[in-house]
């Protein structure tokens, strides 16, 4: 599976951790990695990354969230210049 660029996805995605369960280095670990939007009508938007990627901080799966595989979603690479977050909402993009 490919990305709208063309890219290789990686195949261990999972969902974004709780960022108020990581320290300041973890954060920055998340945010520098490759984020994904996984689309699909039943579930709406959400936000994974790579688990080896993050050095698996979280190991919910899409699936283990929601009952849906990434593979039945509609999945776009989120530009690492749109990643927000805070302790409020957590990990989001513009």
């Known amino acids: 599976m490919t990305d709208q ?3 290789e996805i990686p195949n261990d995605l999972v969902c974004l951790p709780d ?5 300041d ?3 920055k670990l998340v945010d520098n990695a490759d984020w994904y939007e996984a689309k699909h009508d039943d579930v709406g938007e959400v936000l994974l990354v790579s688990g080896s990627g993050i050095n698996w901080l ?4 899409l ?5 849906i595989p990434h593979e039945w979603c509609e999945i776009a690479r989120v530009d690492s210049c749109l990643h927000r977050f805070n302790s409020q909402d957590g990990f989001y993009h513009a």
Request: no cysteine.
């Open 25 to 27: 280095e973890d954060i």
């Open 58 to 61: 979280e190991e919910s799966t």
């Open 5 to 7: 660029y063309g890219n």
């Open 63 to 67: 699936e283990d969230a929601t009952g």
């Open 19 to 23: 960022i108020n369960h990581l320290s």
